[in-house]
């Protein structure tokens, strides 16, 4: 099969074509024949090298990509699922060596694949397992009950927003920050509160709810900046493993997705909320799979209000 890696890390431009042994899934696993691949800022983050100390124990070529979507092609032996050859699925992605969602095909547990939403094509769906689990973990980590507060950074970017709507689904009052361009978007995915963002949101939460919020979803990954805008005894769920010094009885709560790739239950209760309209996908762009580098060089560039999808050849 073919896939898109890379043997050196660096900037966009060391991806290119390899070729693959076609995978065979085993007990409890599933393969996918890949039409989508979204491509995420740990994609970016494998590519350059920041993370080159613990990938080079798995062999090349790196093959990365989180989240797949496409036609379920095969069950592996004495696998239980209820889903079956030839539908349309999707599913999360755990990249080591050569695994990784930028392939024709690709091997995953039985638990980490779901349909993919009624009316929903495979490009779209591509865009959900990721982040909608991550979005998901941090509701639960953060643990609020409906009426209370959070706050959410990075509110117009694809986590963030399906924080917000998480959040409003679940009956809490949001506190999202956005850019003047972003307002719009923000109010529209149900944000009851919009503030400024930049390094000193946590000033701009704070004269909103004068009291701090239950809680801080920071998905602007803006680390120690965000603490001031949470009350006391509140929670803060992070990203990329920050676990910052606390104050005043507040908690950091690092959000890592891994741990939800087999969430099926989760995952398909997300599948669930696109399907009921409570869940927004949102592509921002397509590139075929070849033009990797592309995507990868303008998701660098920013602005992005939804996810680059490479897709491959039905």
Do not use: W
């Amino acid at each position: 099969m073919k896939a898109i890696g890379f043997t050196e890390f660096g900037g966009p431009d060391v991806l290119h074509e390899v070729e693959l042994p076609t995978p065979e899934p085993g007990a409890d696993e599933v393969r996918v024949r890949v039409l989508a691949a979204a491509v995420s800022p740990t994609d970016t983050l494998r590519r350059s090298g920041a993370r080159a100390a613990d990938m080079r124990k798995e062999g090349t070529p790196y093959v990365v990509g989180m989240d797949v979507a496409g036609v379920l092609e095969k069950v592996g032996p004495g696998t239980r699922t209820d889903l079956v050859a030839g539908e349309h699925v999707m599913g999360i992605v755990l990249p080591r060596g050569t695994h990784g969602g930028y392939a024709e095909q690709v091997v995953l547990p039985a638990d980490s694949v779901v349909r993919v939403p009624a009316g929903t094509d495979d490009v779209a769906a591509s865009t959900l397992p990721m982040n909608g689990l991550t979005a998901r973990m941090t509701l639960d980590l953060l643990g609020l009950r409906a009426g209370q507060t959070i706050a959410v950074t990075g509110a117009a970017g694809v986590y963030g927003g399906y924080v917000v709507q998480l959040a409003r689904s679940e009956g809490l009052r949001v506190v999202a920050d956005a850019a003047p361009g972003d307002r719009d978007l923000v109010r529209e995915l149900g944000a009851d509160i919009v503030v400024d963002r930049g390094d000193d949101v946590s000033e701009h939460i704070r004269r909103a709810v004068p009291d701090g919020v239950d809680g801080l979803a920071d998905g602007a990954v803006l680390d120690d900046k965000v603490i001031g805008a949470v009350r006391d005894g509140g929670r803060i769920a992070t990203v990329r493993s920050y676990t910052g010094p606390s104050e005043r009885g507040i908690t950091y709560h690092p959000v890592m997705v891994r741990e939800y790739a087999t969430e099926r239950a989760r995952l398909d209760a997300l599948r669930g909320l696109v399907e009921q309209g409570r869940l927004t996908l949102r592509v921002a762009g397509t590139y075929p799979a070849a033009q990797a580098a592309e995507a990868h060089r303008r998701l660098a560039a920013g602005g992005t209000r939804g996810r680059l999808v490479l897709t491959f050849g039905g």
